[in-house]
């Protein structure tokens, strides 16, 4: 939260060298400071004196939170803080104790102040010297003349909204100052360059047709919000709408714009969902519109994730359309899980199976080639197997794969919640079951598998059975 203090009456209890360093932060905000203390070091007197705030020579009295809209306690004495702070929170007031989180209702952040622009960086009371150090870091990252920059980008406000009618054509009109050469000469030192250029974009936008809409299909990745890539979290940021799917985790949806619109399509395994017609005619809908659509898909939106089905239809409807790839969940979950899907001495080459697909509109059995899948020196990795279990094994046993072959299961992969089950062939389904493992899930068979033991490096919490030598 940013206070407006300007002309506010704000209140500091406490005269010593910790004041002295709130003074110093309130002066910027043209807040009316009012100090209370029995003693006061020299440079606060020297600054009551000049009349840069009013001081009371004095202990504190109740009277004293009369019309204050902002109170800072910095006395050495703990049970006078605290009794301050219980007074401030009767009326109401927004108090912060120095040292003491538990007593303060508002925590004052360490701050990159670039005037009008200002980062505020907090822990939340639990670290001020972490703090401090990412101030650091961001004073180096963040250009100086950033805040003229803002107060530049203020003056064109009025003259878009004159010109640019639509919410929208002002917002990407910003966007492409902020992004393109006009923000970089601006924050160079060129404003005469970076003026000419935004009235040129100004006039050129203005008189424009409406922005077409466009559809980016993007990969969420495996799970861990950290495996999205730069360029799906650019889009998620520029999104007007997203479409993602029930798996798409919760903290990669954290970063899309705060103004987005987001829907649900997806479904869980066994139940009823947005159709893929619905999915497409959604897509549609909202690029006509002339919107910016990401459609979100888990893993990667070409391995199994419809992406291509998804493109035709955009494709039969002259709808603009672009992907980003992400990590898939047989590369993610398997690196996660310490199994490496090929190996010199071990596998020479990797399958990605699915038991599912889609024909006329309904979800139909295609089986796969599975002596080939079985053979040695190869990998399998079958994605959403796990409530087939029992078949992928037994068409594998029965095509001539061994049941000693190594097999595993990775659930929740790249996430907190992962677990990884290894067993032979032959008894990875009761090993599962015993587990009680749950979906999404991926099944990898091969021998690379018995690395996992030596190789598992994620989770302190895996299940991990042992790996069986015997069908």
Same mark, same amino acid.
């Given at each position: @939260?940013?206070?407006?203090?300007?002309?506010?009456?704000?209140?500091?209890?406490?005269?010593?060298?910790?004041?002295?360093?709130?003074?110093?932060?309130?002066?910027?905000?043209?807040?009316?400071?009012?100090?209370?203390?029995?003693?006061?070091?020299?440079?606060? @007197?020297?600054?009551?004196?000049?009349?840069?705030?009013?001081?009371?020579?004095?202990?504190?009295?109740? &009277?004293?939170? &009369?019309?204050?809209?902002?109170?800072?306690?910095?006395?050495?004495?703990?049970?006078?803080?605290?009794?301050?702070?219980?007074?401030?929170?009767?009326?109401?007031?927004?108090?912060?104790?120095?040292?003491?989180?538990?007593?303060?209702?508002?925590?004052?952040?360490?701050?990159?102040?670039?005037?009008?622009?200002?980062?505020?960086?907090?822990?939340?009371?639990?670290?001020?010297?972490?703090?401090?150090?990412?101030?650091?870091?961001?004073?180096?990252?963040?250009?100086?003349?950033?805040?003229?920059?803002?107060?530049?980008? $203020?003056?064109?406000?009025?003259?878009?909204?004159?010109?640019?009618?639509?919410? /929208?054509?002002?917002?990407?009109?910003?966007?492409?100052?902020? &992004?393109?050469?006009?923000?970089?000469?601006?924050?160079?030192?060129?404003?005469?360059?970076?003026?000419?250029?935004?009235?040129?974009?100004?006039?050129?936008?203005?008189?424009?047709?409406?922005?077409?809409?466009?559809?980016?299909?993007?990969?969420?990745?495996?799970?861990?919000?950290?495996?999205?890539?730069?360029?799906?979290?650019?889009?998620?940021?520029?999104? /007007?709408?997203?479409?993602?799917?029930?798996?798409?985790? +919760?903290?990669?949806?954290?970063?899309?714009?705060?103004?987005?619109?987001?829907?649900?399509?997806?479904?869980?395994?066994?139940?009823?969902?947005?159709?893929? $017609?619905?999915?497409?005619?959604?897509?549609?809908?909202?690029?006509?519109? *002339?919107?910016?659509?990401?459609?979100?898909?888990?893993?990667?939106?070409?391995?199994?994730?419809?992406?291509?089905?998804?493109?035709?239809?955009?494709?039969?409807?002259?709808?603009?359309?672009?992907?980003?790839?992400?990590?898939?969940?047989?590369?993610?979950?398997?690196?996660?899980?310490?199994?490496?899907?090929?190996?010199? &001495?071990?596998?020479?080459?990797?399958?990605?199976?699915?038991?599912?697909?889609?024909?006329?509109?309904?979800?139909?059995?295609?089986?796969?080639?599975?002596?080939?899948? *079985?053979?040695?020196?190869?990998?399998?990795?079958?994605? @959403?197997?796990?409530?087939?279990? /029992?078949?992928?094994?037994?068409?594998?046993?029965?095509?001539?794969?061994?049941?000693?072959?190594?097999?595993?299961?990775?659930?929740?992969?790249?996430?907190?919640?992962?677990?990884?089950?290894?067993?032979?062939?032959?008894?990875?389904?009761?090993?599962?079951?015993?587990?009680?493992?749950?979906?999404?899930?991926?099944?990898?068979? *091969?021998?690379?598998?018995?690395?996992?033991?030596?190789?598992?490096?994620?989770?302190?919490?895996?299940?991990?059975?042992?790996?069986?030598?015997? +069908?």
């Amino acid at each position: @939260m940013f206070f407006d203090l300007a002309g506010q009456k704000v209140l500091i209890v406490g005269g010593g060298e910790v004041a002295l360093r709130k003074v110093s932060l309130l002066e910027r905000t043209g807040a009316s400071i009012n100090m209370v203390a029995p003693q006061i070091v020299p440079e606060l @007197m020297q600054r009551a004196a000049a009349g840069q705030l009013k001081l009371a020579i004095r202990e504190f009295a109740a &009277d004293d939170l &009369d019309g204050v809209r902002l109170v800072i306690v910095a006395t050495s004495r703990r049970a006078v803080n605290r009794w301050i702070a219980t007074l401030c929170e009767a009326r109401n007031v927004p108090v912060n104790v120095v040292d003491d989180r538990e007593a303060s209702r508002f925590i004052v952040p360490a701050i990159v102040d670039r005037d009008p622009v200002l980062v505020a960086i907090s822990t939340g009371g639990t670290s001020p010297v972490l703090a401090r150090r990412l101030r650091e870091r961001l004073e180096a990252l963040i250009p100086a003349r950033i805040g003229r920059l803002a107060s530049w980008l $203020q003056a064109l406000r009025e003259p878009a909204r004159q010109k640019l009618r639509d919410t /929208d054509e002002r917002r990407r009109f910003f966007e492409t100052l902020v &992004d393109g050469p006009a923000g970089r000469r601006f924050v160079e030192g060129d404003s005469q360059g970076a003026q000419r250029i935004a009235q040129q974009l100004l006039a050129a936008t203005s008189t424009a047709p409406r922005a077409a809409g466009e559809v980016t299909l993007v990969g969420a990745g495996p799970g861990d919000p950290e495996l999205l890539t730069l360029k799906a979290l650019r889009a998620l940021q520029d999104a /007007d709408v997203i479409l993602h799917d029930r798996l798409v985790p +919760a903290a990669v949806l954290e970063f899309a714009r705060r103004d987005a619109v987001r829907i649900c399509v997806g479904k869980a395994a066994g139940n009823v969902g947005s159709t893929q $017609q619905e999915i497409n005619a959604l897509l549609i809908e909202n690029a006509r519109q *002339g919107r910016r659509v990401v459609r979100l898909k888990g893993g990667d939106p070409f391995i199994f994730g419809r992406g291509g089905e998804e493109l035709q239809a955009l494709a039969a409807a002259q709808i603009n359309f672009s992907v980003i790839p992400g990590i898939t969940a047989a590369l993610g979950c398997a690196a996660y899980a310490g199994i490496p899907l090929t190996h010199r &001495d071990h596998a020479q080459s990797v399958t990605f199976v699915t038991a599912h697909a889609q024909s006329d509109g309904e979800t139909t059995l295609k089986e796969p080639d599975w002596r080939a899948l *079985g053979l040695p020196g190869a990998t399998s990795v079958f994605y @959403m197997g796990l409530a087939r279990l /029992d078949h992928i094994v037994a068409k594998l046993l029965e095509h001539g794969a061994p049941g000693i072959r190594p097999a595993g299961i990775i659930s929740q992969g790249t996430t907190p919640d992962q677990r990884v089950v290894t067993a032979a062939l032959a008894t990875i389904g009761a090993a599962a079951s015993a587990a009680g493992l749950q979906s999404p899930a991926l099944l990898v068979v *091969g021998d690379v598998v018995a690395l996992q033991p030596s190789l598992a490096w994620f989770g302190t919490g895996a299940a991990a059975v042992e790996l069986c030598q015997t +069908a």
